[in-house]
C-alpha cells in the first residue's frame, strides 16, 4: 500500500543533540512538507520541497535542517539551535496537479529532557 | 494576504446532535477549500474539498459548500458521533503552481455518548 511513513513515532532528546527525523513516501509525490504541531495550535510550516535537490524555508525554519536527495525521503533534523523543541512534528507530501491536497504522515512526538 | 479563521473549540456536542464548524476565509483569486481531520495521535486526513464557488465537498457524512460570497466553507454533518472526535482543520491554497496550504488554528470536537 501506498503512503507515508515516519520514524521514530517517539523521540526524546537530551539539550543540545541534534536529532533527525525521517520521512518517507512510496506515492511517487513530488513535493514534500515538514510542519510542526504545538498542543491546540495549528500546523506551522518549517520546510518545503518541490523537487529533489531543491528546498525552501517555510514559516519557522530556524533551529531545522533539510534535505531532498531522493524523491521518496525528506529527513528533517532539528538541530541544538531550535530554543524550544519539543513539539508534533508532521510530514505530508503532494503531487503536481493536484491542488494542493496532501497526504500526511502519522507523526513523530520529539520531547526535549 | 491569504488567511483562515476557524470557530474556537473545543465543540462539545451529544451523538446524534447536529454539527456546524464555521470556516470563513481571506484569499486572493481563487483559492480551494479543504477540510482535514486528525484523530487523537495521529497525522492529518484530508476529510473533503471543494476547488470552486459553490461546489459542495461531501465525505463520511460531512459536507461543507464553498460560499465565495461570504468567502465561508462551513462544515456540517446531520448526526456525530462518538467517532467523529477529533480535531478538524480547514485549509486554503491558491493556485495549482502555489505549493502552501494556509491552515486554520483547528477546532476540536468532542462528542458525547
Known amino acids: 500500500d501506498g503512503g507515508i511513513t515516519q520514524s521514530p513515532k517517539y523521540l526524546f532528546r537530551k539539550e543540545g543533540q541534534n536529532v533527525t527525523l525521517s520521512c518517507e513516501q512510496n506515492?511517487?509525490?513530488?513535493?514534500m512538507y515538514w510542519y510542526r504541531q504545538d498542543p491546540g495550535q495549528g500546523l506551522r510550516l518549517i520546510y518545503y520541497?518541490?523537487?529533489?535537490?531543491?528546498?525552501q524555508k517555510g514559516d519557522i525554519a530556524e533551529g531545522y535542517s533539510v534535505s531532498r536527495e531522493k524523491k521518496e525521503s525528506f529527513p528533517l533534523t532539528v538541530t541544538s539551535a531550535q530554543k524550544n523543541p519539543t513539539a508534533f512534528y508532521l510530514c505530508?507530501?503532494?503531487?503536481?496537479?493536484?491542488?494542493?491536497?496532501?497526504?500526511f504522515g502519522p507523526g513523530t512526538r520529539l520531547t526535549v529532557l | 494576504g491569504n488567511s483562515v479563521t476557524q470557530m474556537e473549540g473545543p465543540v462539545t456536542l451529544s451523538e446524534e446532535a447536529f454539527l456546524t464548524i464555521n470556516c470563513t476565509y481571506t484569499?486572493?483569486?481563487?483559492?480551494?477549500l479543504f477540510w482535514y481531520v486528525q484523530y487523537p495521535g495521529e497525522g492529518l486526513q484530508l476529510l473533503l474539498k471543494?476547488?470552486?464557488a459553490d461546489d459542495k465537498g461531501s465525505n463520511k457524512g460531512f459536507e461543507a459548500t464553498y460560499r465565495k460570497e461570504t468567502t465561508s466553507f462551513h462544515l456540517e454533518k446531520g448526526s456525530v458521533q462518538v467517532s467523529d472526535s477529533a480535531v478538524y482543520f480547514c485549509?486554503?491554497?491558491?493556485?495549482?503552481?502555489?505549493?502552501?496550504?494556509?491552515w486554520g488554528a483547528g477546532t476540536k470536537l468532542i462528542i458525547k455518548p
Open positions: 485549509a486554503l491554497s491558491v493556485g495549482e503552481s502555489n505549493y502552501q496550504l494556509i
Open positions: 471543494a476547488t470552486k
Open positions: 505530508a507530501s503532494e503531487t503536481s496537479g493536484s491542488y494542493n491536497e496532501q497526504f
Open positions: 484569499a486572493t483569486g481563487y483559492p480551494s
Open positions: 520541497s518541490q523537487i529533489v535537490n531543491d528546498f
Open positions: 506515492l511517487n509525490h513530488d513535493a
